[in-house]
Structure formats: structure tokens, C-alpha cells
């Protein structure tokens, strides 16, 4: 574990340099842990891969005792399974009206639709870190078959519920946004619920999912459910 001070009112604490699962579930451990103590002086945690940066009030707590509480966190041992969290069924439909580069993908992979949409729905994703957007979960856990480069131009605006992949990742964009991963399918489900103050994010460091595929009559069914 190595400790930074990154500003004045935050300490980065870092487990590794790559993404590792057990680097992450060092992060979420002590993310969790961090996270129950409800400490007045710390204002706010950002998990990511394998780091996890720490915002204090700086009137009210110094570095040197930061680091010692991070590090008594730090030193308890993580336990198997203890990163687990919910797992979700995420339903997707894969019509190329929703996936504009599912094309793109294919050729660029050697796959057939049928055989793309396989791979990507058979593995069992985690949810690192949630960034960019409200919501949008960093996963990992996509077939390397799967990776393709990010558009040479980002799109000035992505379709909410867009599910995309960049480079050796893939994601969801919970809202309409600008974006430069390739498209290849849309979920009905609402990631980002700001009318849900208490849990506005469906997913949360941790957690697991799976894409289910779906055809265009049970996206339309879903599209109107209330989740």
C-alpha cells in the first residue's frame, strides 16, 4: 500500500498500479470500510481500479491523521468474497438500429452477430468503480475477442441506455452524453435515477452483472415498466 498526498484535503491510497481483483478488493474493502465510519471529516471517497482517493476537511483533520486511520483500516485482512456485492441482470437488445458500429465490431472482431453477442453476454461483469457520467460503471471482465479501439471522433451525443464497448472495457451511459466507445445494443433499464434519493445509482463498487439479450418487442415492454 502506498500513501500520497495528493492536495491539501486528500490522501490517495494506492494497492497497484494495474487492473487486478485483488488490488480491487483491497480498494472496496477499505472503501467499505471507510465508508461506515459515517466520519464527519471526511467529506467524500473515489474509488477506482486499485486506489481509493480520500477528501478530508482540512480544518478538521491533518494528513498524519489520515494515513493513520487509513492505514489501521488497511491492515485488516480481506477476507474471500468480501468485494461481493448485488448482481443484476441487465436486458439488452442488440438490434442494429441500437448498436450503429455492431457491424464495425463484427468485422473488426471476425465474429457474426450471433457470435458477438455471445461473448458479450456471457461473462459475469464487476462493477470496479462508478465515473464519467451518474452512474456509468468501469466493468471488467470483457472477452479479449471483444476488444475494439474507441472512434477515432467521440459522438457529440450518446443515446441513454447506449451499451458500448472502448478499447478492453464496456459500459452502459446512463444518460444522453457525449461519447467515444462503439455501440452495439441498448438496455430499457434506467441506470441513473435521480428521482431515487436514497439509491440513485443502480449499480455500486462491487457489484456483478450480466447482459441478457432481449429482441425489440421485450425492450419496448421494459422501455414502459416502472423499475
Given at each position: 500500500?502506498?500513501?500520497?498526498?495528493?492536495?491539501?484535503?486528500?490522501?490517495?491510497?494506492?494497492?497497484?498500479?494495474?487492473?487486478?481483483?485483488?488490488?480491487?478488493?483491497?480498494?472496496?474493502?477499505?472503501?467499505?470500510?471507510?465508508?461506515?465510519?459515517?466520519?464527519?471529516?471526511?467529506?467524500?471517497?473515489?474509488?477506482?481500479?486499485?486506489?481509493?482517493?480520500?477528501?478530508?476537511?482540512?480544518?478538521?483533520?491533518?494528513?498524519?491523521?489520515?494515513?493513520?486511520?487509513?492505514?489501521?483500516?488497511?491492515?485488516?485482512?480481506?477476507?474471500?468474497?468480501?468485494?461481493?456485492?448485488?448482481?443484476?441482470?441487465?436486458?439488452?437488445?442488440?438490434?442494429?438500429?441500437?448498436?450503429?458500429?455492431?457491424?464495425?465490431?463484427?468485422?473488426?472482431?471476425?465474429?457474426?452477430?450471433?457470435?458477438?453477442?455471445?461473448?458479450?453476454?456471457?461473462?459475469?461483469?464487476?462493477?470496479?468503480?462508478?465515473?464519467?457520467?451518474?452512474?456509468?460503471?468501469?466493468?471488467?471482465?470483457?472477452?479479449?475477442?471483444?476488444?475494439?479501439?474507441?472512434?477515432?471522433?467521440?459522438?457529440?451525443?450518446?443515446?441513454?441506455?447506449?451499451?458500448?464497448?472502448?478499447g478492453e472495457q464496456t459500459g452502459v451511459?446512463?444518460?444522453?452524453?457525449?461519447?467515444?466507445?462503439?455501440?452495439?445494443?441498448?438496455?430499457?433499464?434506467?441506470?441513473?435515477?435521480?428521482?431515487?434519493?436514497?439509491?440513485?445509482?443502480?449499480?455500486?463498487?462491487?457489484?456483478?452483472?450480466?447482459?441478457?439479450?432481449?429482441?425489440?418487442?421485450?425492450?419496448?415492454?421494459?422501455?414502459?415498466?416502472?423499475?
Amino acid at each position: 500500500m502506498e500513501l500520497i498526498a495528493s492536495s491539501d484535503h486528500s490522501l490517495l491510497v494506492r494497492f497497484g498500479s494495474s487492473i487486478d481483483t485483488a488490488a480491487h478488493a483491497q480498494t472496496l474493502a477499505l472503501f467499505r470500510a471507510l465508508n461506515g465510519l459515517h466520519d464527519p471529516r471526511i467529506r467524500n471517497l473515489h474509488p477506482a481500479y486499485a486506489s481509493l482517493q480520500v477528501d478530508f476537511d482540512p480544518l478538521a483533520c491533518q494528513h498524519a491523521e489520515m494515513e493513520e486511520l487509513v492505514s489501521g483500516l488497511a491492515s485488516r485482512p480481506v477476507t474471500k468474497g468480501s468485494a461481493a456485492g448485488r448482481t443484476h441482470e441487465i436486458p439488452v437488445c442488440y438490434e442494429p438500429e441500437f448498436g450503429e458500429d455492431l457491424e464495425d465490431v463484427c468485422k473488426h472482431t471476425g465474429l457474426s452477430r450471433a457470435e458477438l453477442i455471445a461473448a458479450h453476454t456471457a461473462p459475469e461483469y464487476i462493477v470496479y468503480f462508478l465515473g464519467f457520467s451518474p452512474g456509468f460503471a468501469y466493468l471488467g471482465g470483457l472477452p479479449a475477442i471483444l476488444a475494439v479501439p474507441r472512434l477515432p471522433t467521440p459522438r457529440r451525443s450518446v443515446p441513454v441506455g447506449s451499451v458500448a464497448i472502448g478499447g478492453e472495457q464496456t459500459g452502459v451511459y446512463p444518460i444522453a452524453s457525449p461519447g467515444g466507445w462503439r455501440l452495439i445494443g441498448r438496455t430499457p433499464v434506467p441506470l441513473f435515477r435521480p428521482d431515487n434519493r436514497e439509491h440513485p445509482m443502480l449499480f455500486e463498487p462491487g457489484d456483478a452483472l450480466r447482459f441478457v439479450n432481449i429482441d425489440r418487442a421485450r425492450y419496448e415492454e421494459l422501455l414502459h415498466a416502472k423499475f
